[in-house]
């Protein structure tokens, strides 16, 4: 006769945790299984309506032949088979002409918002990041819509190094690291959902920031991990507290972000070297590379920074503006080209 069970001795909260368990990891596997094999279905179907219209070239034209096509496949297949549907298939592919590229980490609802890039080295750069990060749809929207693959490619000298970010390739000898590959500018923070406002306090923009902690990681950028806020430390009796620090585990260094209501001077530049400094000597291990400071502010006077800093580039201290609204592209697009005129300068 077989062992007889308690039934008694069963925790029914334990059982239904663990069954509840496997059934999410399953229907987690169904709907990626699920989503890759649509994913492949719309791009080969795309390929099919580029080739019956004579190549990308002409797959402009021919709206009679995706009308008649989609009538057909609504008939017979439901939803989801538009006209207007068949032509975003046929410009994933376009869009995506090797299916190798795609990455089967990314949703259909990712692709849609990729295909309204018309950089192609924007695109693949924002493929990238939003497989290796995880981004959810509503996050690349974001990022794209805050041009931050133009952002970041302002503060450096050509694409190849931000190609060198996208592969996470960032050096960690201290002799070769390139600080200025953690840097951006100017930092979008409109998911603070804060109005610029004079009265505004450097504390309640803090706060605001933790609240909304995942939202700054993603416009950071790869690789970020939050350390603390206030991070107290005590030189001869004066105590000293950096707003925010973070850890960039591809670079291996910390970064500091002091942030400021107003523009940025000479005390503030100085200020924020101290921090680097001290973060230099008394936290950073042997394996760490050297500490950056970022100071977020309203306004900065570029020539009186640089001439604080002198020529010394490798003391890692940078400022950038942050806007709490989402500005327009053209907006965009002008600080863009001031921050590439800015970057030029210092590494001149």
Not at 227 to 233: A, C, E, T
Not at 249 to 276: E, F, N, T
Request: net charge negative; aromatic share 10%; glycine share 6%.
């Amino acid at each position: 006769m077989g062992k007889l069970i308690d039934t008694n001795s069963i925790e029914p909260d334990h059982l239904y945790s663990q069954i509840s368990l496997i059934l999410k990891e399953a229907r987690t596997k169904v709907a990626t299984t699920v989503n890759t094999a649509m994913v492949q279905a719309y791009w080969h179907i795309g390929k099919l309506i580029v080739d019956a219209q004579g190549g990308e070239e002409r797959a402009a034209y021919g709206d009679d032949l995706i009308n008649a096509v989609s009538k057909k496949l609504t008939a017979q297949f439901g939803k989801g088979f538009s006209a207007r549907n068949l032509r975003n298939m046929r410009q994933f592919c376009i869009s995506f002409p090797i299916w190798q590229t795609v990455s089967a980490k990314l949703s259909w609802s990712h692709y849609q918002e990729l295909m309204r890039v018309t950089n192609p080295k924007a695109r693949e750069y924002y493929v990238e990041e939003a497989a290796k990060g995880g981004w959810s749809v509503r996050q690349l929207e974001r990022q794209i819509a805050t041009q931050y693959y133009e952002r970041l490619l302002a503060s450096h000298s050509d694409d190849t190094e931000v190609r060198e970010i996208i592969k996470s390739n960032l050096p960690v000898n201290p002799e070769k690291f390139d600080p200025l590959k953690l840097v951006h500018d100017p930092f979008v923070l409109e998911f603070l959902d804060m109005k610029e406002d004079p009265a505004l306090q450097e504390q309640e923009l803090e706060s605001a920031i933790l609240t909304h902690i995942e939202d700054f990681l993603l416009e950071l950028g790869r690789g970020f991990a939050f350390v603390g806020r206030q991070k107290r430390f005590t030189l001869e009796g004066d105590h000293f507290y950096p707003d925010l620090v973070f850890y960039n585990i591809p670079a291996r260094c910390y970064v500091i972000v002091d942030l400021k209501m107003s523009k940025a001077g000479y005390a503030d530049v100085g200020q924020m070297q101290l921090y680097v400094n001290y973060f230099n000597r008394e936290v950073c291990t042997p394996d760490d590379n050297p500490t950056v400071g970022i100071i977020l502010c309203t306004e900065k006077n570029d020539t009186v920074i640089e001439y604080t800093l002198g020529n010394r580039n490798d003391i890692g201290v940078f400022t950038s503006k942050y806007k709490l609204m989402l500005p327009t592209e053209e907006e965009l697009k002008r600080e863009i080209e001031q921050t590439k005129e800015n970057f030029k300068r210092l590494k001149g």
